[in-house]
Protein backbone atom coordinates (compact mmCIF):
# COMPACT_ATOMS: atom_id res chain seq x y z
CA UNK A 1 0.00 0.00 0.00
CA UNK A 2 1.49 3.38 -0.74
CA UNK A 3 2.62 5.81 1.99
CA UNK A 4 3.22 9.66 2.09
CA UNK A 5 5.68 11.16 4.59
CA UNK A 6 6.52 15.05 4.71
CA UNK A 7 9.58 16.25 5.94
CA UNK A 8 12.09 19.32 6.78
CA UNK A 9 9.35 21.82 7.10
CA UNK A 10 9.70 23.87 10.28
CA UNK A 11 10.95 28.01 11.31
CA UNK A 12 12.20 30.55 8.88
CA UNK A 13 12.64 33.58 8.73
CA UNK A 14 10.70 35.86 6.10
CA UNK A 15 12.69 35.68 2.78
CA UNK A 16 14.20 32.28 3.47
CA UNK A 17 14.08 28.82 1.81
CA UNK A 18 13.00 25.27 3.17
CA UNK A 19 12.76 22.37 1.39
CA UNK A 20 10.12 19.87 1.92
CA UNK A 21 10.26 16.25 1.02
CA UNK A 22 7.75 13.82 0.43
CA UNK A 23 9.11 10.01 0.54
CA UNK A 24 6.89 7.20 -1.14
CA UNK A 25 6.88 3.91 0.06
CA UNK A 26 4.87 0.90 -1.30
CA UNK A 27 4.78 2.02 -4.63
CA UNK A 28 6.65 4.14 -7.23
CA UNK A 29 5.13 7.69 -7.85
CA UNK A 30 6.63 7.33 -11.69
CA UNK A 31 2.67 6.68 -12.07
CA UNK A 32 0.93 8.55 -10.17
CA UNK A 33 0.19 12.84 -10.46
CA UNK A 34 1.43 14.79 -6.77
CA UNK A 35 0.18 17.50 -5.43
CA UNK A 36 1.39 20.04 -2.60
CA UNK A 37 -1.52 21.42 -0.43
CA UNK A 38 -1.67 23.63 2.62
CA UNK A 39 -4.00 24.77 5.53
CA UNK A 40 -4.27 27.27 7.76
CA UNK A 41 -7.01 27.06 10.89
CA UNK A 42 -10.43 27.95 9.87
CA UNK A 43 -9.45 27.67 6.37
CA UNK A 44 -10.01 25.02 3.75
CA UNK A 45 -7.34 23.24 2.20
CA UNK A 46 -5.88 24.77 -0.54
CA UNK A 47 -3.71 23.88 -3.45
CA UNK A 48 0.22 25.09 -4.04
CA UNK A 49 1.30 23.12 -6.59
CA UNK A 50 1.22 20.14 -8.67
CA UNK A 51 3.52 17.61 -10.84
CA UNK A 52 1.49 15.29 -13.43
CA UNK A 53 2.03 11.96 -13.81
CA UNK A 54 3.90 13.20 -17.59
CA UNK A 55 6.01 15.99 -15.90
CA UNK A 56 4.14 18.83 -16.38
CA UNK A 57 3.67 21.59 -13.51
CA UNK A 58 1.23 23.98 -12.52
CA UNK A 59 1.29 26.75 -9.81
CA UNK A 60 -2.31 27.56 -7.99
CA UNK A 61 -1.56 29.74 -5.08
CA UNK A 62 -1.65 33.51 -6.62
CA UNK A 63 1.41 34.20 -4.65
CA UNK A 64 3.78 31.13 -5.21
CA UNK A 65 4.70 31.59 -9.16
CA UNK A 66 8.10 32.70 -8.98
CA UNK A 67 9.10 31.58 -5.17
CA UNK A 68 7.76 27.44 -5.38
CA UNK A 69 9.37 24.96 -7.55
CA UNK A 70 7.88 21.27 -7.35
CA UNK A 71 10.22 18.52 -8.74
CA UNK A 72 10.42 14.47 -8.27
CA UNK A 73 13.45 12.37 -8.08
CA UNK A 74 12.67 9.27 -9.62
CA UNK A 75 15.72 7.08 -7.89
CA UNK A 76 14.45 8.36 -4.21
CA UNK A 77 10.95 7.44 -5.13
CA UNK A 78 10.27 10.87 -3.83
CA UNK A 79 8.47 14.66 -4.96
CA UNK A 80 10.04 18.17 -3.01
CA UNK A 81 8.35 21.35 -2.85
CA UNK A 82 11.45 24.03 -2.58
CA UNK A 83 10.19 26.85 -1.04
CA UNK A 84 12.06 30.63 -1.68
CA UNK A 85 11.55 34.24 -0.76
CA UNK A 86 9.30 32.69 2.11
CA UNK A 87 6.40 35.33 3.45
CA UNK A 88 4.68 35.22 6.79
CA UNK A 89 1.26 34.56 5.16
CA UNK A 90 3.12 31.01 3.68
CA UNK A 91 2.57 30.03 7.37
CA UNK A 92 0.46 26.85 7.39
CA UNK A 93 0.43 22.75 7.83
CA UNK A 94 1.74 21.41 4.32
CA UNK A 95 0.54 18.17 2.66
CA UNK A 96 1.88 15.96 -0.23
CA UNK A 97 -0.79 14.01 -2.15
CA UNK A 98 -1.24 11.40 -5.02
CA UNK A 99 -4.01 10.98 -7.50
CA UNK A 100 -4.55 7.90 -10.29
CA UNK A 101 -5.08 9.75 -12.73
CA UNK A 102 -2.55 11.96 -15.35
CA UNK A 103 -3.79 15.56 -14.71
CA UNK A 104 -3.27 18.09 -11.97
CA UNK A 105 -6.04 19.30 -10.28
CA UNK A 106 -6.01 21.70 -6.94
CA UNK A 107 -9.20 20.36 -5.17
CA UNK A 108 -8.23 17.98 -2.33
CA UNK A 109 -11.53 15.59 -2.88
CA UNK A 110 -9.41 14.47 -6.15
CA UNK A 111 -6.56 12.77 -3.98
CA UNK A 112 -6.60 9.56 -3.04
CA UNK A 113 -3.73 9.41 -0.86
CA UNK A 114 -1.96 11.81 2.24
CA UNK A 115 1.23 12.22 3.82
CA UNK A 116 0.43 13.34 7.78
CA UNK A 117 1.08 16.76 7.07
CA UNK A 118 4.06 19.29 8.16
CA UNK A 119 4.29 22.54 9.93
CA UNK A 120 5.54 25.52 8.03
CA UNK A 121 6.09 28.65 9.94
CA UNK A 122 7.60 31.89 8.76
CA UNK A 123 8.04 34.40 11.01
CA UNK A 124 11.15 36.85 12.31
Known amino acids: QLQLVESGGGLAQPGGSLRLSCAAS????????IGWFRQTPGKEREGVSC????????SYADSVPGRFTISRDAAENAVFLQMDSLKPEDTAVYYC?????????????????WGQGIQVTVSS
Open 51 to 58: LSMSGDST
Open 26 to 33: GRTLDYYT
Open 97 to 113: AVRVSAYCSDYPWAYDV
